[in-house]
């Protein structure tokens, strides 16, 4: 038997969820349009244990979602989870943030074509996004880059291509002459989705360094302009 904590705090989403062999039994999450990821966190971490009637002693590992995405979030996340790791002497398991995603656009719409394509992104400045491209099966068709959208953008792909995450929506009127570009609004990040993969990598006994683990930022942090500065 195994009861693993998923963390995701990614994005602007913060989220945590409880399973039990694979099976959620609690799911906590909030959108936070000022990250205040940092007061949330282990409020929501109590809150998500307590409705699963469990303790933390139960926690068999910790799941974090590793990135890419908000650099201060992402810190946050694994910065706890590195944390619970330490105090309960249990293994962490790092969740590709991306990959997560699009698990959790294969879950919710399993009517897409067998040869759609899918395409998570994470917001980054300005028209940048993360992003990576999955097939139906869970397959990397297109490894993760930080990709500044324009009109050419996917242009080589013909395959009907599916956009979801909190990056997407920005793309949709540069993309617009594209017929075979969609958009799905349904799916954005959270600890549910990473529940399946977390369980696949602990059964593999998949486990990162404790001690030297650090979120997978992408690209180096660029600070916002300060007080006074455009």
């Known amino acids: 038997m195994s009861i693993l904590l998923h963390i995701d705090t990614s994005t602007k989403l913060c989220s945590v969820a409880i399973a039990k062999d694979g099976v959620l039994l609690s799911l906590k999450e909030e959108y936070d349009e000022q990250y205040s990821h940092a007061e949330k966190l282990n409020v929501f971490i109590e809150a998500a244990v307590a409705e699963a009637a469990i303790s933390l002693a139960d926690i068999s590992a910790v799941a974090v979602s590793k990135g890419p995405g908000s650099y201060t979030g992402l810190r946050i996340g694994v910065s706890t989870a590195k944390g619970l790791c330490f105090g309960l002497n249990v293994p962490l398991i790092a969740v590709d943030t991306l990959q997560a995603l699009s698990y959790g656009a294969q879950s919710k719409h399993p009517e897409l074509a067998a040869n759609a394509l899918l395409c998570p992104m994470l917001d980054a400045r300005r028209m940048e996004v993360y992003s990576q491209i999955f097939n139906t099966q869970g397959q990397e068709i297109r490894s993760i880059e930080a990709q500044i959208i324009d009109a050419q953008s996917f242009t080589n792909l013909t395959q009907n291509l599916y956009l979801f995450g909190d990056g997407a929506q920005k793309c949709l009127e540069t993309l617009s002459a594209q017929s075979n570009i969609h958009f799905l609004a349904d799916i954005q990040t959270s600890a549910l989705w990473m529940v399946a993969i977390a369980q696949q990598k602990f059964k593999a006994k998949h486990f990162e360094d404790v001690a030297y ?18």
């Open 213 to 230: 683990f650090e979120p997978f930022y992408l690209k180096d942090f660029i600070g916002g302009p300060k007080k006074g500065e455009k």
